[in-house]
């Protein structure tokens, strides 16, 4: 919990005290209505005074400084807080919903293709895992679920299946995109993203750093399949979270990202 959010929780808790003590004091002090010593209490603190209600006896006015003193800087102070904090909560949600257009962008120029040139290698992908066949049905729980299950799935990816002089190629045309996106202020926000991204300029920094790929050693094989492994094990569940942030924002954009699901060996653009 932030320091801010505590001392929130601390002068609204002297709000309240201040509102309700103050109440009930001048109810009974002043032979006041609740609604009417609460209604006093108010305009007090937030320094109206329309002066229609005034306190008689000497215990109700001496009640009506301390609720002066004790109420009207924390009433200030809230209201200020709570409108910054609302101001704060439009920004972030500004500032995701920026962040997930990047992220949108990145799938259509480099998670997806990505995902479409490796798949030949990975078995379990071309036969098609049930928990990344997404559907216009799914609710939260679905995705929920998908995510647990995939989290500890072993892609098993055979290199010997996968054209790595054009997965090399991909990732080198795709490396000032991929640069700008790690120097993005906001993706520094979105950590499971900065991490799939690192994942895939390390694994193109690995393609290129063989002389050759044609003929690879076991050794050198099985290093570059871990590395493979671990970009479509981030691509996969950050490709669950787009999806899920798609049907609930973008109902389009989400139809049309199900029909070309790449994870869906019998997905077609076109509508039946």
């Not at 001496?62 to 709570?82: C, E, K, P, S, W």
């Amino acid at each position: 919990m932030h320091s801010g959010d505590t001392q929130f929780r601390l002068y609204l808790i002297v709000l309240l005290t201040v509102l309700m003590v103050g109440s009930v004091g001048l109810a009974v002090l002043e032979g006041l209505s609740f609604f009417d010593a609460f209604y006093f209490v108010i305009v007090t603190i937030a320094t109206v005074g329309y002066g229609d209600i005034v306190p008689v006896t000497d215990a109700g006015r001496l009640l009506v400084m301390i609720l002066i003193l004790a109420g009207v800087g924390t009433f200030v102070t809230v209201a200020a807080y709570f409108i910054e904090m609302t101001v704060s909560r439009n920004d972030l949600h500004a500032r995701r919903k920026k962040v997930r257009m990047i992220i949108w962008v990145f799938f259509s120029e480099v998670g997806v293709p990505f995902i479409d040139i490796c798949k030949g290698g990975v078995s379990v992908l071309r036969s098609g895992i049930p928990d990344l066949l997404v559907t216009d049905e799914w609710k939260r729980r679905n995705f929920v679920q998908a995510r647990k299950n995939l989290s500890s799935q072993d892609y098993a990816i055979d290199l010997s299946s996968v054209d790595l002089l054009s997965m090399q190629q991909f990732l080198l045309e795709k490396r000032s995109f991929i640069i700008q996106l790690l120097q993005h202020p906001m993706l520094s926000e979105h950590e499971p993203f900065s991490d799939m991204i690192t994942a895939i300029c390390h694994f193109e920094e690995e393609l290129s750093a063989r002389s050759s790929l044609v003929q690879l050693s076991a050794g050198d094989c099985a290093h570059l399949s871990r590395d493979c492994n671990r970009v479509i094990s981030l691509l996969v569940l950050d490709w669950l979270d787009h999806m899920e942030y798609l049907k609930e924002h973008y109902p389009y954009l989400f139809s049309l990202s199900v029909r070309t699901n790449p994870f869906d060996p019998n997905a077609s653009a076109e509508v039946v």
